[in-house]
């Protein structure tokens, strides 16, 4: 066991006199940085353009108002006339332009008293793409609200007789019986509601899981460079595959710390020793990958070539963009897929899939290597 430390030690003095290696690591704080920063920052994934010919005060001003100062992932510009807004659309500075009438109230008013629905704002868009879609439904969500309201006080006054009370008595009912809040909440598996948080910062498990299986994949690079050196020509071939693993554990548990003061200050952190048990099966998950990689790609060049490919299929096929299930047999494979999908930090029983991949991966590479020294 000292000689074990004693190696693990002196491999990660190796380590750190590599440049690449060094720049490898380095890529993780100015990549937390850059998106520490650009959640800070407004930022918005469509522009919309906003314009009422209405007065200071009105309804279409007071909706106008409410898009400009919620926050939220769209970014609202509002314009003083329309030809400015429609400017703003031909030049591409808004993806979209919504115009609210001058009279948004009375129009409301006129649908309540005929029970029937009927465009009351103007969208201009310059493609519909599904980003644009689901805006609309913001905009809805504003203005359905105020027609309901419209509905209620016409059925108040028609239906159960009380046209004589005022403005003010209506709105004091109504709101006193209005629900607040949301209608849903979200909640991890565990019971533990989900805090809300940066849509720039939701792919950063992702990403920070991809770049500890980049890490896995050059530390099976410098194990063949240290092949090709002769590093290893005085222990036998059996043994090789030990010493693979001893520089993985040395690479990974460099990252595999990095990762988890990532995630702290990015705020993305749950529980200290949840998110430790998870990581070092995912370390390990990872270590028997790279591995398997490094006894089935005899050549450095088939790794290097094999990198960006993996990084590539990792990006579209594991759950940080997008949760593709169509392939998820192949998509196991990958062991970013297993920790992300599985969203290891809500519960222990998620744990077995895991020590099933390792020891799985674990045994395959005994094979592998086995069959590699008899031929």
């Known amino acids: 066991m000292r000689r074990w430390m004693t190696w693990c030690l002196l491999t990660?003095?190796?380590?750190?006199?590599?440049?690449?290696?060094?720049?490898?690591?380095?890529v993780m704080p100015f990549l937390v940085l850059g998106l520490r920063?650009?959640?800070?920052?407004?930022?918005?994934?469509?522009?919309?353009?906003?314009?009422?010919?209405?007065?200071?005060?009105?309804l279409s001003d007071l909706v106008l108002e409410r898009f400009m100062e919620e926050p939220s992932v769209l970014r609202f510009f509002r314009y003083r006339t329309e030809e400015?807004?429609?400017?703003?659309?031909?030049?591409?500075r808004v993806d979209a332009v919504w115009i609210l009438p001058e009279d948004l109230e009375k129009d409301l008013q006129k649908l309540a008293q005929k029970k029937m629905m009927r465009p009351v704002a103007r969208v201009i868009e310059r493609e519909d793409d599904i980003a644009l879609i689901f805006t609309r439904e913001v905009l809805t969500s504003r203005i359905f609200p105020e027609y309901v309201?419209?509905?209620?006080?016409?059925f108040c006054?028609?239906?159960?007789?009380?046209?004589?009370?005022?403005?003010?008595?209506?709105?004091?009912?109504?709101?006193?019986?209005?629900?607040?809040?949301?209608?849903?909440?979200a909640q991890q598996l565990d019971g533990s509601e989900l805090a809300e948080q940066?849509?720039?910062?939701?792919?950063?498990?992702?990403m920070l899981a991809i770049w500890l299986v980049i890490c896995g994949l050059a530390g099976i690079l410098y194990h063949k460079m240290d092949e090709l050196h002769g590093v290893y020509d005085k222990i036998p071939r059996r043994k090789r595959l030990l010493y693979s693993f001893g520089l993985q554990a040395v690479v990974l548990l460099n990252g595999g710390v990095t990762y988890l003061i990532a995630c702290k200050i990015l705020g993305v952190f749950t529980s200290l020793w949840a998110e430790i048990a998870f990581l070092l099966l995912f370390l390990a998950c990872i270590a028997v990958f790279c591995n398997l990689i490094g006894l089935l790609v005899k050549g450095m060049e088939g790794i290097g070539v094999l990198i960006p490919v993996l990084t590539l299929l990792m990006m579209v096929f594991c759950p940080i963009f997008l949760n593709i299930r169509k392939f998820w047999m192949a998509q196991a494979l990958l062991p970013p897929y297993l920790y992300l999908n599985l969203n290891g930090s809500n519960g222990g029983h998620y744990m077995l899939p895991m020590?099933?991949?390792?020891?799985?991966?674990?045994l395959l590479c005994l094979v592998v290597n086995l069959i590699g020294r008899k031929e």
């Open 12 to 26: 990660e003095k190796r380590l750190i006199k590599k440049i690449s290696y060094v720049a490898v690591l380095l």
């Open 37 to 58: 920063q650009g959640a800070r920052q407004e930022a918005g994934m469509v522009s919309i353009g906003l314009y009422t010919p209405a007065e200071a005060g009105t």
């Open 84 to 92: 400015e807004a429609l400017d703003a659309l031909k030049s591409q």
């Open 149 to 154: 309201y419209e509905v209620y006080k016409e």
């Open 157 to 185: 006054k028609s239906r159960v007789g009380l046209s004589e009370l005022s403005e003010e008595e209506f709105l004091s009912v109504y709101h006193a019986n209005l629900w607040e809040g949301n209608l849903f909440k």
């Open 198 to 206: 940066s849509y720039v910062l939701a792919p950063i498990r992702g």
């Open 355 to 362: 020590l099933l991949y390792a020891a799985g991966g674990l």
